[in-house]
């Protein structure tokens, strides 16, 4: 079964992506407003059309103060299910936060293969989920995916992820918060996802 | 001895130099003996020992200034006196030099002979064991002419030597601690890295290094047996080494040569690679379109290799080089994942996982009787770690960052370890090692 959050993406997405298929950004914000975008995606949707508010604590859209989740390259930022990305422009990467082709190997940046001091191409690294997996690992934490909030980033939608666990502290070391987790968790770290949608 | 050799006893003073110099020729000569003989035991024992001499040299410190109270191992013996009247001079002087140059034939006033003797085994080097124990001869041959100098009187020479005994005492305790302090800093110095030069895949057993070099795009292998000239074998790679028997795979397999005599031992063809040696058994990759096989052959029976499948994993995922000794077999497990490091006891079949990771790349062990080292790594840097089969303490004894310095396959042999550390961007390779 989808998690909540999922299903409301899922309409989310479908719903903007209609929508603006035939309308300029413009005039889709203008006859759409943040209602009919709530009614679909939440509150947190609409409230990605307000890009004054999308600055950063220390990435656009987070204005909160719990710390990344560990990455490989830093600056959290994953793909629809949770897997690291290359921060500066969303191509997959495995965990040593080499680019990797869809069948996990590791290649450079015109495609191909890496090759290792034998001369034979790499062999795959484990590509696996910040939350689900490096969380659990570096922290002994039982996390998951859980609350999210969108904001207008560099003129395209931004889903951040909250990284949710029953720890009473946050990565940063502080007392954690609820915020958009539920079950009893709280906000361990959190993630982002670039949707690519124009706002 | 300074007393036997005099012209008096001599029969002239012509007689006299030629029984000193036959007597330094026999001690000189049985000391290096000795020494090299030392050494070669150390160099086959292959452990680090410093620690344990330098505790030798504090005890023996402690001995000769009085405060513990030790019999030490000796023979209290002297050279027959009747050589020198049934054996020509040069005969019995040269036997006297031997007698007295072992050192173990007679008396040992001090303790300083057996820390030495413990020293040339913790170097493991005969020929500068050797050249050191000669020095000690050279001393035994410099004491039967030096006292007599400017003293007409033997025995006053002697007397003269006595009276400063307590000074050669207390020079010695000195050079004792000395000693001690050289040798606690020695394995600290020996651990820092040191490079080998171009090289990938490590191979080593006691002495012997093996290595692959590529070479445009070419690849060879090297077995480099400590103090002799390295043999290589080319269009091969891959190398493993036990004693006197190197494995390497090459276009139609694997092989096992006699490395000293080139003479093949024993071969297995097709789609086989990663060769690991703990003679008589040889364990490999063997590759098909789906899976992955590790296999153990049995070569007890040369005639008649029995093979065993370790384990199997989908083509598509990563089984390592394998590394056999002592009765286990280690390897690794990378997949898009988790990565693992395996470690099997043969004769039981027992399997435990060593580490596991589903964040990290743990990678290409390496294994001994007592230990086993494999690399961990992550997007920032790469670490060699070990592991003692006894303790599950995980230790770290090297570290590298930046894709420039990548840690690729390992070997290990006693408290050593090898690593190829290599660069992402070049694929170029250096053999490093670390004494840990």
Not at chain 1, 7 to 36: E, Y
Not at chain 1, 106 to 131: F, K, M, N
Request: hydrophobic residues 45%.
């Amino acid at each position: 079964m989808r998690r909540p959050d999922e299903l409301v993406d899922g309409a989310a997405h479908a719903l903007s992506t209609r929508l603006a298929g035939g309308l300029t950004r413009r005039s889709f914000l203008g006859r759409m407003g943040g209602a009919v975008l709530a009614l679909t995606g939440g509150a947190a949707v609409a409230a990605a059309v307000r890009p004054e508010e999308g600055e950063a604590f220390h990435f656009c859209g987070h204005i909160w103060t719990t710390g990344s989740c560990p990455s490989p390259r830093g600056r959290p930022r994953i793909d629809r299910h949770g897997y690291p990305l290359r921060p500066g422009d969303g191509r997959p990467i495995d965990n040593l936060g080499r680019l990797v082709n869809a069948e996990g190997y590791a290649i450079d940046s015109a495609g191909e293969r890496l090759v290792g001091p034998d001369g034979e191409p790499l062999p795959r690294a484990p590509r696996t989920r910040l939350c689900e997996e490096w969380v659990n690992e570096r922290f002994g934490l039982n996390s998951h995916t859980q609350g999210s909030w969108y904001r207008c980033c560099g003129n395209q939608i931004r889903k951040l992820v909250d990284c949710c666990s029953r720890s009473r502290r946050r990565i940063n070391g502080d007392a954690s918060l609820v915020g958009y987790c539920w079950h009893g968790n709280r906000v361990f770290c959190v993630m982002y996802y670039d949707s690519g949608l124009s706002c | 001895m300074v007393e036997t050799f005099t012209p008096a006893v001599c029969g002239s003073r012509r007689r006299q130099r030629i029984a000193l110099a036959g007597f330094a020729l026999g001690a000189v000569a049985a000391s290096a003996l000795v020494g090299a003989s030392l050494g070669a035991v150390g160099a086959l024992l292959g452990t680090q020992l410093a620690f344990v001499v330098a505790a030798l040299a504090l005890l023996a410190a402690a001995r000769e200034a009085g405060i513990v109270r030790l019999p030490l191992p000796q023979l209290r013996r002297q050279v027959p006196e009747r050589w020198r009247s049934e054996l020509p001079l040069p005969v019995w002087s040269v036997g006297y030099g031997i007698g007295l140059g072992l050192g173990f034939l007679t008396f040992q006033p001090v303790a300083t002979f057996w820390v030495a003797c413990a020293a040339a085994v913790a170097l493991g080097k005969p020929l500068a064991a050797g050249l050191c124990f000669a020095a000690y001869g050279a001393g035994r041959a410099l004491m039967t002419a030096w006292p007599r100098h400017g003293q007409p009187d033997p025995t006053a020479a002697v007397e003269g030597l006595a009276r400063r005994r307590r000074l050669l005492l207390l020079g010695n305790v000195g050079a004792l601690l000395l000693c001690a302090g050289l040798l606690a800093a020695a394995p600290a110095a020996g651990a820092a890295v040191q490079t080998l030069g171009a090289g990938l895949d490590p191979a080593a057993a006691g002495t012997v290094l093996g290595r692959a070099r590529m070479d445009s795009g070419s690849s060879s292998v090297l077995v480099e047996p400590r103090d002799r000239t390295p043999i290589a074998v080319p269009g091969a790679a891959a190398p493993a080494v036990d004693g006197g028997f190197f494995a390497y795979e090459d276009g139609q397999g694997v092989k096992v040569i006699d490395w000293r005599t080139q003479d093949p031992v024993a071969r297995v063809d097709g789609q086989v690679a990663k060769p690991a040696l703990d003679w008589p058994l040889l364990a490999f990759v063997r590759s098909d379109s789906t899976y992955k096989r590790l296999v153990v052959a049995d070569y007890t029976n040369p005639a008649s290799p029995v093979e065993r499948v370790i384990t199997r994993i989908s083509a598509v995922n990563d089984l390592g080089r394998p590394s056999l000794a002592g009765g286990r077999i280690a390897w690794h497990r990378v997949t898009v994942t988790s990565s693992r490091i395996y470690a099997q006891v043969l004769a039981t079949g027992r399997r435990s996982v060593i580490a596991r990771s589903s964040v990290l790349v743990l990678a290409n062990p390496s294994i001994t009787s007592t230990r086993i080292v494999w690399v961990r790594q992550n997007s920032r840097s790469c670490a060699l770690l070990m592991r003692r089969w006894a303790s599950p303490a995980v230790k770290r004894i090297y570290r590298t960052t930046r894709t420039t310095r990548l840690l690729w396959t390992t070997a290990l042999t006693g408290r050593t370890a090898y690593v190829t550390r290599w660069s992402l961007g070049t694929a170029a390779s250096t053999l490093v090692r670390v004494n840990f």
